[in-house]
């Protein structure tokens, strides 16, 4: 589509300041949808004015502009207008432009607020326009996300125009699925999502581009994945062998596990791949779950492997399991990118040879210099992007092992099932007995001083604990300043405890051997950044003080917390907020009346809109334009429907009726962003 630069009133310089905002061509610009409408339809003669109301009123100048300067620096305008019923002054502040614009008996129309001075009416800096040339009063009218140098009347304006501009654009929705779901049509749509004739037309609108956009990203996730669904895959024969596993176990499944247990039993026997995801509040415990499945794998003569984000995990997970198949004969390995390359080699012998019934590492696992003899089932723990990427690595040397994910990010349902279509869910939504919730306090910087002379008591008591700074996302270097600062503050504070350090730029080795200290208790406060976040397990850490908690997300804050509260001891975990805005409080009171994952993300995903919820980076989502991922889930349902009954008749979108919706769902496919 055209260009914007060539859309009237645009221009070079403008586009640049579009351009910013992604917007290139008319058509992008048609997309950039308004935030939200202001309703300047009610005209109201000027006697019926109240104080405080927000209208339009028409009306004749009767005394143009004078300017009085009261200071050096605040000029006041003042004009008086009349209609039939009564007068009204009109005054801006600090405006040189509007001097000379008005001559007696011109008539307009003025939008803005009524006030009161001096007990004559008053509008403030209103907008207005020529009578007989309306364009933005007497009507609806749309504001914009705005951007520097663009003003609401700009994008008003251009927004006009494109539309004109653009004339009657194309629709690519077909007219049988608009009728089956009550969608509206694109030029209806296209106008009204703008410049709405009412706000009925306004809702049916959105409502359409909500339906479009969910769609679109439907077709793009269902299209990824195609390929997974109908593998072959390896069958085990035996899958009640894990009963034997569990009666291993020092202590009874829960009924949750047993439950997810089962389900992913029954895909590993049923003949085709699985694709489980396994959902879990922070201990839940996901890993017995896990152990039991490779159990089953290793029993059936198979090879498994588990895959961790963090070295750290990685040899945990290897600890663990460990533990559990202790004088089973079950041989797990390690492997790890920062392993001594002799290590490595040795590694991948037994891993080729078959010696190796199980591997535990990071990434490196799947690497092309490892050969597996029969790999059969890959656990993928906090692996969210373990995806169609990873598989075909693995596919491409010969193996189709079952996939089970497991995640401690507890998302809505409905949202789980956009990001995750691909996936069977099962979820772990009962604890283990015996857990006391972790207390959790918000307070702000005034408070530092009884949450260290807190931190003492407990420490100087035996117990340890950790403080968490943020992640600073852009430079990675401050994010090691804070941590690090903070770790030397402590140690002035504490100079009889052992205060450890841990960031994501130190060598894993490093980290290693901090954390080791840590869990053998030589190290009392450990000062790290969120490289703990996942999974890590220090029964004897029963406080957390986490520095900066507004700038987390509540589901990020929620796993981090997991990790205190493992003993027996009560836990507790201090939130440092900055910032007094109602949402952070908002958020930090969901954290301290809550311990539902589930509830804390949805309460999130309220807090904070969809936008910042799906980081691209944590869930592998595009932005929304206009759909709200929670408010709109109504919607999602529908366009779920819809992208169902597409697909049905016509599983890849090759014929001409869908070549549209195809080339969309390709783009964002292309862009990379969508993970799965
Ligand atoms: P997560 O789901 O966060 O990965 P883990 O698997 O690490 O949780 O389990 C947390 C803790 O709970 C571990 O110490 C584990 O041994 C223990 N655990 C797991 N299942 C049970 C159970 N059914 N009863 C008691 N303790 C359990
Ligand atoms: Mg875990």
């Given at each position: 589509?055209?260009?914007?630069?060539?859309?009237?009133?645009?221009?070079?310089?403008?586009?640049?300041?579009?351009a910013?905002?992604?917007?290139?061509?008319?058509?992008?610009?048609?997309?950039?949808?308004?935030?939200?409408?202001?309703?300047?339809?009610?005209?109201?003669?000027?006697?019926?004015?109240g104080?405080?109301?927000?209208?339009?009123?028409?009306?004749?100048?009767?005394?143009?502009?004078?300017?009085?300067?009261?200071?050096?620096?605040?000029?006041?305008?003042?004009?008086?207008?009349?209609?039939?019923?009564?007068?009204?002054?009109?005054?801006?502040?600090?405006?040189?432009?509007?001097?000379?614009?008005?001559?007696?008996?011109?008539?307009?129309?003025?939008?803005?607020?009524?006030?009161?001075?001096?007990?004559?009416?008053?509008?403030?800096?209103?907008?207005?326009?020529?009578?007989?040339?309306?364009?933005?009063?007497?009507?609806?009218?749309?504001?914009?996300?705005?951007?520097?140098?663009?003003?609401?009347?700009?994008?008003?304006?251009?927004?006009?125009?494109?539309?004109?501009?653009?004339?009657?654009?194309?629709?690519?929705?077909?007219?049988?699925?608009r009728?089956?779901?009550?969608?509206?049509?694109?030029?209806?749509?296209?106008?009204?999502?703008?410049?709405?004739?009412?706000?009925?037309?306004y809702?049916?609108?959105?409502e359409?581009?909500?339906?479009?956009?969910?769609?679109?990203?439907?077709?793009?996730?269902?299209?990824?994945?195609?390929?997974?669904?109908?593998?072959?895959?390896?069958?085990?024969?035996?899958?009640?062998?894990?009963?034997?596993?569990?009666?291993?176990?020092?202590?009874?499944?829960?009924?949750?596990?047993?439950?997810?247990?089962?389900?992913?039993?029954?895909?590993?026997?049923?003949?085709?791949?699985?694709?489980?995801?396994?959902?879990?509040?922070?201990?839940?415990?996901?890993?017995?779950?896990?152990?039991?499945?490779?159990?089953?794998?290793?029993?059936?003569?198979?090879?498994?492997a588990?895959?961790?984000?963090?070295?750290?995990?990685?040899?945990?997970?290897?600890?663990?399991?460990?533990?559990?198949?202790?004088?089973?004969g079950?041989?797990?390995?390690?492997?790890?990118?920062?392993?001594?390359?002799?290590?490595k080699?040795?590694?991948?012998?037994?891993?080729?040879?078959?010696?190796?019934?199980?591997?535990?590492?990071?990434?490196?696992?799947?690497?092309?210099?490892?050969?597996?003899k029969?790999?059969?089932?890959?656990?993928?723990?906090?692996?969210?992007?373990?995806?169609?990427?990873?598989?075909?690595?693995?596919?491409?040397?010969?193996?189709d092992?079952?996939?089970?994910?497991?995640?401690?990010?507890?998302?809505?349902?409905?949202?789980?099932?956009?990001?995750?279509?691909?996936?069977?869910?099962?979820?772990?939504?009962?604890?283990?007995?015996?857990?006391?919730?972790?207390?959790?306090?918000?307070?702000?910087?005034?408070?530092?001083?009884?949450?260290?002379?807190?931190?003492?008591?407990?420490?100087?008591?035996?117990?340890?604990?950790?403080?968490?700074?943020?992640?600073?996302e852009?430079?990675?270097?401050?994010?090691?300043?804070?941590?690090?600062?903070?770790?030397?503050?402590?140690?002035?504070?504490?100079?009889?405890f052992?205060?450890?350090?841990?960031?994501?730029?130190?060598?894993?080795?490093?980290?290693?051997?901090?954390?080791?200290?840590?869990?053998?208790?030589?190290?009392?406060?450990?000062?790290?950044?969120?490289?703990?976040e996942?999974?890590?397990?220090?029964?004897?850490?029963?406080?957390m003080?986490?520095?900066?908690?507004?700038?987390?997300?509540?589901?990020?804050?929620?796993?981090?917390?997991?990790?205190?509260?493992?003993?027996?001891?009560?836990?507790?975990?201090?939130?440092?907020?900055?910032?007094?805005?109602?949402?952070?409080?908002?958020?930090?009171?969901?954290?301290?009346?809550?311990?539902?994952?589930?509830?804390?993300?949805?309460?999130?995903?309220?807090?904070?809109?969809?936008?910042?919820?799906?980081?691209?980076?944590?869930?592998?989502?595009?932005?929304?334009?206009?759909?709200?991922?929670?408010?709109?889930?109504?919607?999602?349902?529908?366009?779920?429907?819809?992208?169902?009954?597409?697909?049905?008749?016509?599983?890849?979108?090759?014929?001409?009726?869908?070549?549209?919706?195809?080339?969309?769902?390709?783009?964002?496919?292309?862009?990379?962003?969508?993970?799965?």
């Amino acid at each position: 589509m055209k260009d914007i630069r060539y859309l009237k009133g645009v221009g070079e310089k403008r586009a640049e300041l579009f351009a910013k905002k992604g917007i290139n061509t008319v058509e992008d610009l048609l997309y950039y949808f308004p935030r939200s409408h202001e309703d300047r339809s009610e005209m109201k003669e000027i006697a019926d004015c109240g104080e405080g109301e927000t209208v339009c009123v028409s009306v004749t100048v009767f005394s143009p502009v004078r300017d009085v300067r009261v200071r050096k620096n605040m000029l006041i305008s003042t004009m008086i207008v009349s209609d039939r019923t009564g007068a009204l002054n009109v005054v801006w502040y600090n405006n040189r432009y509007v001097k000379g614009q008005f001559m007696t008996g011109d008539e307009y129309i003025l939008y803005g607020k009524i006030t009161r001075n001096r007990g004559k009416k008053e509008m403030v800096n209103p907008v207005y326009e020529k009578k007989g040339n309306e364009r933005f009063t007497g009507k609806i009218v749309p504001l914009y996300p705005l951007t520097e140098g663009l003003t609401q009347k700009i994008l008003q304006s251009a927004m006009e125009l494109a539309i004109k501009d653009a004339g009657r654009l194309e629709e690519y929705i077909p007219a049988d699925i608009r009728e089956k779901y009550k969608i509206a049509e694109l030029n209806y749509a296209m106008k009204n999502v703008h410049f709405p004739e009412d706000f009925e037309s306004y809702n049916i609108a959105r409502e359409r581009f909500v339906f479009e956009e969910l769609l679109i990203l439907q077709l793009a996730l269902t299209g990824h994945r195609e390929e997974n669904t109908e593998l072959a895959g390896t069958v085990f024969k035996d899958a009640l062998c894990v009963r034997e596993f569990a009666k291993t176990l020092p202590f009874p499944l829960t009924n949750a596990q047993k439950r997810v247990l089962n389900e992913i039993m029954s895909d590993c026997k049923s003949g085709k791949v699985m694709n489980r995801l396994v959902q879990g509040d922070v201990g839940s415990g996901k890993t017995a779950v896990a152990a039991a499945a490779v159990y089953a794998a290793v029993k059936n003569g198979h090879q498994a492997a588990m895959m961790a984000p963090t070295e750290i995990l990685a040899m945990q997970h290897k600890e663990t399991l460990d533990k559990f198949f202790k004088g089973m004969g079950i041989n797990v390995v390690l492997l790890t990118g920062s392993m001594k390359v002799k290590e490595k080699r040795l590694a991948y012998d037994m891993i080729s040879s078959g010696a190796a019934d199980v591997v535990v590492g990071t990434h490196a696992i799947i690497q092309k210099e490892v050969e597996f003899k029969d790999l059969a089932l890959v656990v993928a723990d906090e692996q969210h992007r373990f995806g169609v990427e990873q598989r075909a690595k693995l596919a491409a040397k010969g193996n189709d092992p079952h996939i089970l994910i497991m995640s401690a990010t507890p998302i809505p349902r409905t949202l789980a099932l956009i990001l995750y279509g691909d996936l069977d869910i099962s979820v772990i939504d009962e604890m283990p007995p015996g857990r006391k919730a972790v207390k959790t306090y918000a307070v702000g910087e005034s408070m530092r001083k009884r949450v260290f002379a807190f931190l003492e008591k407990n420490v100087r008591s035996g117990m340890q604990a950790y403080v968490v700074c943020p992640l600073v996302e852009e430079t990675e270097k401050s994010d090691l300043q804070n941590a690090e600062l903070l770790s030397e503050k402590l140690a002035a504070i504490f100079p009889d405890f052992k205060i450890g350090l841990m960031h994501g730029r130190m060598r894993p080795k490093v980290k290693e051997s901090v954390m080791d200290e840590f869990l053998r208790g030589d190290i009392q406060i450990l000062v790290s950044t969120t490289v703990i976040e996942v999974g890590v397990n220090v029964p004897n850490a029963n406080i957390m003080i986490i520095e900066n908690a507004e700038r987390f997300g509540l589901s990020q804050l929620h796993q981090l917390r997991g990790r205190v509260g493992r003993g027996n001891e009560q836990a507790y975990c201090i939130l440092i907020a900055h910032g007094n805005s109602e949402v952070t409080k908002k958020r930090m009171e969901t954290m301290c009346i809550s311990n539902d994952g589930f509830y804390i993300s949805e309460q999130d995903l309220k807090l904070r809109g969809p936008g910042d919820f799906f980081g691209t980076r944590q869930h592998g989502l595009p932005e929304m334009k206009i759909a709200n991922l929670f408010e709109d889930r109504d919607i999602l349902a529908v366009s779920q429907m819809a992208a169902k009954d597409i697909l049905a008749e016509d599983p890849k979108l090759e014929s001409e009726k869908y070549k549209a919706l195809r080339e969309r769902a390709d783009k964002i496919i292309n862009s990379g962003i969508v993970m799965n």
